[in-house]
């Protein structure tokens, strides 16, 4: 563990001088890393805020303080909170469904199959595609006029439905499309959550004549509770987060159907160069983030105390 | 009715089960697939309907067009060079913290490890900005070191807390009996610690590699000149240029960016999974 094990100090003074010298060498082991997260991402966040007070333009060399200015034109903004909404429906929408798939997948997974590892090999691909590459490759498939899907839906007597170019289609798209990018995730973490619980317990169960859908309510999903309680936040933040697939895909439209707040604030930023006003978006979306963060730790605690 | 016996019944359920995961799979595959078919169609065939689902006379048009007339190798190239990059600094950067989170002991070590792993909770997303304006201000717009510092810092509360996780998972007796036997910090760290952590440094290596080679968004944002911009946004100016005519050159061109995370997650699953389910759970 360390050097002042070793020998014994004789005097108070040495050994609190060691231990002064000791303390400053795990800082030296830790400070590079501490510097990046420091700068990077602590500093940033606070220079953030900063910067949503001042009519902060690329455009222009003068940026004047303007103190709440950018909130209050925030709040009167309609495309601001039709922005915001539409990311709280796509996160209601997208956290439990991602959640539930890679749930009934782990679960199958879970089963004593041969060649299980094959299809969760299959299953997991789609994680590691990147979210734009997904969205081109959606895109072609749910092409209205000479995308796959539509052709197998009119084969099937269902017709073509107009997916990229309706707001509700448009929207749907999206939703699918970063299903298909985000269950793996859910996946992966409940199949190892599952694995962690001991067999017997099920055995017990089986003997005590409880049958599978109430094993699955009474041990399986209390014992991976925390899994999910983790997935629930990261997959909120994922979603909250997420522009890649809406520059792929539909660039906020038709119209604003697709204008989530992260793209929103991202056009803003870079397409209208008002930095200062798209700042003041991003601190609201990072305050939406921390309280959910803190949610969910305050959730975590109450359960282990 | 013939009763079934048990094993009848569970024999019955695994076929329903194996009928069902394929499908699934085909279903989770069929983007990739389908994008592999239009890749390799003649291109005057693509907009043909009905649509035939494996071409008659594939063609690797697409793919030679792509790689001679597009920059996209060496966009390719500069997406090595930054995930290349984020990766051995984040793991060298990143294994030391851990060690001495692991291992030393001074005040203030839980809270800053703490602030470490809350740092997930603040997305790139909304910092963009200010490390734009940060970036511009050093002169870093459009270089590589911009990506790498942002990526790695990025990453950092994850590698953090993966490698602290191996190494509490090793004896304390070897640190303490290479002490004795007169080895410094370094050493234990460089002879002792890195090599029996190679599992957890593989699994961080993936993580990182993974994240930083399918970035976007800052990349998009940081890089302006065509030659050293990485493959993500590459391809959406790509896909801007050629969307109205040429789905088999987008095709082509997402599937050979999609080559190196694909080989990783072939050969390295393992790590990949380990990485995962590690880093996410926490607290």
Not at chain 2, 176 to 198: K, M
Not at chain 2, 227 to 248: C, D, H, M, N
Request: charged share 10%; glycine share 6%; proline share 5%.
């Amino acid at each position: 563990m360390s050097a002042s094990t070793r020998t014994e100090p004789t005097t108070k003074t040495r050994r609190r001088r060691r231990r002064v010298t000791y303390s400053l060498s795990e800082f030296l082991w830790i400070a590079p890393a501490a510097a990046f997260v420091i700068f990077f991402t602590f500093f940033a966040a606070v220079f953030a805020v900063r910067i949503s007070f001042y009519d902060y333009s690329l455009a222009s060399v003068v940026r004047p303080f303007v103190g709440l200015g950018n909130y209050i034109q925030l709040w009167n903004d309609s495309a601001y909170w039709h922005s915001m909404g539409l990311s709280f429906l796509f996160a209601a929408i997208d956290v439990p469904l991602t959640i539930l798939i890679g749930f009934i997948l782990a679960l199958m997974l879970n089963q004593p199959l041969a060649g299980r590892s094959v299809f969760r090999s299959a299953l997991l691909l789609p994680w590691v595609i990147s979210m734009v590459i997904a969205g081109y490759m959606l895109k072609w498939i749910f092409s209205d006029s000479a995308g796959i899907l539509n052709y197998f839906l009119t084969e099937l007597g269902f017709g073509r439905v107009r997916w990229l170019s309706t707001a509700w289609g448009a929207f749907s798209t999206i939703a699918i499309s970063h299903a298909w990018k985000a269950y793996p995730f859910g996946m992966v973490i409940l199949l190892a959550g599952l694995q962690g619980i001991p067999k017997d317990l099920y055995e017990v169960a089986e003997i005590d004549g409880a049958n599978a859908f109430q094993r699955l309510i009474n041990i399986t999903i209390p014992f991976l509770v925390p899994q999910f309680l983790i997935l629930f936040i990261l997959r909120t933040l994922n979603s909250f987060n997420m522009v890649d697939i809406i520059f792929a895909m539909t660039q906020g439209g038709p119209g604003n159907a697709t204008e989530f707040v992260s793209f929103y604030m991202y056009q803003r930023a870079f397409a209208y160069l008002d930095l200062g006003y798209a700042t003041a978006i991003a601190v609201t979306i990072l305050v939406v983030n921390i309280v959910l963060a803190l949610v969910y730790l305050r959730v975590l605690r109450s359960r282990t105390t | 009715m013939p009763t079934l016996t048990r094993r009848q019944r569970l024999a019955s359920a695994h076929g329903l089960l194996y009928v069902a995961l394929t499908v699934i799979s085909l279903v989770a595959l069929f983007p990739l697939l389908w994008t592999l078919m239009t890749s390799i169609t003649p291109r005057d065939q693509i907009y043909q309907w009905p649509p035939s689902l494996i071409p008659n006379q594939p063609t690797a048009e697409a793919y030679t067009a792509v790689l001679q007339k597009t920059q996209l190798p060496r966009n390719f190239l500069n997406s090595i060079i930054v995930a290349g990059s984020t990766v051995a600094l984040s793991l060298l950067v990143g294994s030391m913290a851990a060690f001495r989170f692991a291992r030393g002991r001074f005040p203030g070590k839980d809270l800053i490890l703490f602030l470490f792993v809350a740092t997930i909770m603040i997305p790139g997303l909304s910092n963009i900005i200010p490390l734009y304006i940060i970036m511009r201000r050093l002169s870093l717009l459009n270089t590589y070191t911009a990506l790498v510092l942002v990526y790695t810092a990025g990453n950092m509360p994850l590698v953090v807390w993966l490698l602290r996780g191996f190494i509490d998972g090793l004896p304390i007796e070897l640190d303490e009996s290479a002490v004795i036997d007169g080895a410094t910090t370094f050493q234990v760290f460089r002879h002792i610690i890195l090599p029996l952590i190679a599992p957890g440094l593989a699994a961080a290596a993936v993580l990182t590699f993974v994240n930083a080679w399918n970035e976007f968004l800052v990349a998009l944002t940081f890089i302006q000149s065509a030659s050293k911009r990485t493959l993500q946004p590459a391809i959406q100016q790509f896909v801007g240029y050629y969307e109205q005519t040429e789905w088999t050159y987008i095709a082509a061109a997402t599937l050979i960016a999609c080559v190196p995370v694909v080989i990783v997650f072939l050969f390295l699953q393992r790590a990949l999974i380990a990485g995962l389910t590690a880093g996410s759970v926490k607290g």
